[in-house]
């Protein structure tokens, strides 16, 4: 099964920026998109940005549009989450995910520790 090894959380001020990074042990069927989620304190776990190994295609919330992208780097099998104009409501538990493409949509069923990003005001 895939392993997901997440990086690169910490403190940051407002107006800021933080790279997050998610290595993945392999890539295989099972793992059709690279996925980055959060989880504020209190609230449910939320999507916030995707993309696909093959074609790069990617998607993001509305909340972190023009804010944040998700480079890929294939060879290296690792995603990265470039936030940038970081405000307080960014702070969360982000997670990376994978997963098989079924049923016309990403099963998400392999997640990563987590690591926490706080943005100060």
């Known amino acids: 099964q895939v392993q997901l090894v997440e990086s690169g959380g910490g403190l940051v001020q407002t107006g800021g920026s933080l790279r997050l990074s998610c290595a993945a042990s392999?890539?295989?069927?099972?793992?059709?998109?690279m996925g980055w989620f959060r989880q504020a304190p209190g609230k449910e776990r939320e999507f916030v940005a995707s993309?696909?190994?093959?074609?790069?295609?990617?998607y993001y919330a509305d909340s972190v549009k023009g804010r944040f992208t998700i480079p890929k780097d294939n060879a290296k099998n690792t995603v990265y989450l470039q936030m940038n104009s970081l405000k307080p409501e960014d702070t969360a538990v982000y997670y990376c995910?994978?997963?098989?493409?079924?049923?016309?949509?990403?099963?998400?069923?392999?997640w990563g520790q987590g690591t926490q990003v706080t943005v100060s005001s």
């Open positions: 993309i696909t190994w093959i074609g790069g295609l990617t």
């Open positions: 995910s994978t997963g098989p493409h079924l049923g016309g949509r990403v099963t998400y069923d392999t």
């Open positions: 392999e890539r295989t069927f099972s793992s059709y998109a």
